[in-house]
């Protein structure tokens, strides 16, 4: 084919590859939080990629086109189709489309992709994944508490230890409580709510003229602030920095005190189950951008320090969130259906048990390569494989056509921790050679280069063929 | 909202959820044959579901558009891109990019979902998965022997029993050699290797009207024929149901006879490593419809029997295939890579595995309940949860808010095996009521009704608090 007619070989935008240290580590994560999420009585189900755009809620509703965040194309009978950008929506057309046959309420988890149409960045890609656990059918706070508590447990059950992580909660019923305590009108809300979730970056300063006249950044870039006045402003920063819950932030407001009734039944909860305030505890800076959120909202944080793009030490932060949304299954079937959840970023949570060692990518030893030192003899090679398969030990023949220096290299490549060589001469002595690449190139480290040829001898030894399988046991050491 | 603005909620045609028995056997197959593919030496590795169109090699070169079959859509820079249709050209994309850095032979494996734009049908969605492995760079029938015995062993550690499965092999180069010493010529190859395919279910009378003047079907549809002569048809029938390889069906063709000197390699290495032709043997049928099979070409079919879509016993069939494809990986770099691979229909086998009764769908128990009987003391029924999970016992508190009957309902429904029930009486004498759910419905389905009540009984008992633990792990008999 004409080169300039060669497709460039290329991942996509924005997507990546995933290789095997990664794919072992992840397995290892992913099945400890499907043990805890079961343990809890948590059953699994999973939803297609693609659903129809209109029941992701994606279709914009005054043109004929889904939503550019979202990845859409339209199957044969011109009806648009979207790839899942989360794991709830499609949870939410499930439930209304089954609810007939599920239990209620009715407890579920899943792991998979979602893909976002976005611009791609520094971690963050179009296609990443979420782990959910959501209970559908319960307006109850045993039923937030008791996700609240799953998700701590699975910290700990990940290896993160007490203390590295907390659980922190709050609830759009208080926000909303204060709000209208405060009289702080609909059409600065938003504001207000983003500007307090900015407590962390910005500081009391910084926040406070975000909620009065406005911030000019470092750039020069001015923020439009909420327009408040001083005591709007103090109270809220009182609110947006209390570590318990205090009913004079919402005194007077039914929808408040209804959010501040629902989080005291769930620390209640968690103080009868001995999860203390070093796992699970009311946070007022808790939000939690998504609009659909209508009670409770949750977020784990983990503690331990790392260092942010700039170089700056912070700490961890979120690898999950979550919180009650009851009006999602409401859009299909027009009935409030009361649930909550937890989602898990998978790639942040996968990177935090890296930093603090926890993450399993090395629980598989390379193979062990037999070397085809004669074509002609490469079934003798193979039941040399097959007899350290048979004892249990990860094993493979080379197969390419390539010579010696080339099988040496690519068993290097491999990590391979010994090849096992056996040419004519060794056949017949009926010997066999076994080479410890590990101890090879630990001894040629510790010795000056002329050596390395000794150091290399060392770590080469001859056994007969009837003791392969012994040596390679011995030599691995187990 | 109004109710016809409303979604449909339902799941988008071609595409299905999958339910938590399915999840859990397939989480169980999957890990066996990860296991086996480990234990051969291949390594795990992934490609993401979106590439670019070119890359995948599905655009339509006269068109500025991509094929009808695969989902594609545009992104921000206008780039065309498509969720991938098969696990091996994004694999061959992944070699082609990374060369350099991947070990010779790179041999590695993945599983993971495909879509494909198609009219569905029943048993064919638009979403399935594959679980595939390749190794890339090798010439060697070592590799393509390779594959066939690592599926064979798969199917007997997925408890397929010896007998029971065939993997079949062929190769391309003996077809094409046969096409050659028979003067076959190219413009009806591909109809001589369609109607070759058919045998199976057409039998040699039907084939050799597809070979010679062409068929007429049950429907009176005629399918135009190759329009060989009568010695062509009479060997191509022979070897098309020969069971041994034979020279003189590709003497004089050099293709043919290379082919055949691969095959017997492959022989070779089966007979000396124990694998007999009651699992991998030559199959002159095997065909495989793929273009870009080049050497080798395999299937995995499974011999018990099932019944057809018209209620007939038939053998269950083909559950996987691949083969030799040397030209993927040219297509963007220009140099042949040689490379062979196996593909399993992750769904097919699946089946399979319920047929013969070894799909583990239910290695995991519904989980016991304890019921809220009084919802001030939720925490107590929290505690009684806590001390079954920490005897390792699956368990969960009812978390919705209905009362007593809902609540037996919904342990019902969610095949609870005990519930455990603790209201005020119970809790003033300091003791708890197991009811066996399992016990309660055999015993009322083996009495008269209206003793039904006297069974109930038997099948519900009372326990001093301290007790729980014991006695539930006695009623679930462990």
Known sequence: MNKDLRPKARVAKGFRDVGPDEIRGLRTMLATIQRVYEDYGFEPVEQPFVEYTEALGKFLPDQDRPNAGVFSFQDDDEQWLSLRYDLTAPLARYVAENQQSLPTPYRSYRQGWVFRNEKPGPGRFRQFMQFDADTVGSASPAADAEVCMMAADTMEALGIPRGQYVMKFNSRKLLDGFT???????????????????????????????????????????????????????????????????????????SGEEGLRDLQAMETLFAAS?????????????????????????????????????????????????????????????????????????????????????????????????????????????????????????????????????????????????????????????ELQIKDLRLGSELAANIASREEYAAQRLAQFSVPESELVAAVKQALGN
Chains 1, 2 share one sequence.
Do not use: H
Request: aromatic content about 8%; overall charge neutral; charged content about 30%.
């Open 274 to 430: 001995g999860y203390g305030k070093d796992r699970v505890r009311y946070d007022s800076s808790v939000v939690r951008g998504l609009e659909y959120y209508t009670g409770p909202v949750f977020e784990c944080e983990l503690l331990m320090e790392t260092k942010d793009e700039d170089g700056r030490t912070v700490r961890f932060g979120s690898v999950g969130g979550g919180g009650r949304y009851d009006d999602l299954v409401a859009r299909f079937t027009g009935q409030k259906v009361p649930a909550t959840g937890f989602s898990i970023g998978v790639s942040r949570l996968y990177s935090a048990l890296k930093l603090v060692g926890k993450a399993q990518e090395s629980n598989v030893l390379s193979p062990v390569v037999v070397l085809v030192m004669d074509k002609d003899r490469q079934a003798d090679y193979w039941r040399m494989v097959m007899a350290l398969r048979g004892a249990g030990i990860r094993a493979e023949m080379y197969v390419g056509t390539a010579g010696m220096k080339a099988q040496m290299k690519y068993a290097d490549k491999r990590s391979a921790p010994l090849v096992v060589i056996q040419g004519g001469d060794e056949k017949a002595r009926g």
């Open 180 to 254: 209208e305590t405060y009289k702080i009108g609909e059409d600065v809300k938003l504001t207000w709510l983003r500007a307090l979730d900015k407590l962390d970056r910005l500081g009391k300063d910084g926040v406070a003229l975000l909620l009065g006249p406005g911030r000019k950044d470092e750039s020069g870039d001015f923020t439009k602030g909420a327009g408040l006045s001083d005591s709007q402003i103090e109270a809220s920063l009182a609110f947006a920095t209390a570590t318990t819950l205090d009913p004079q932030f919402v005194s007077g407001s039914a």
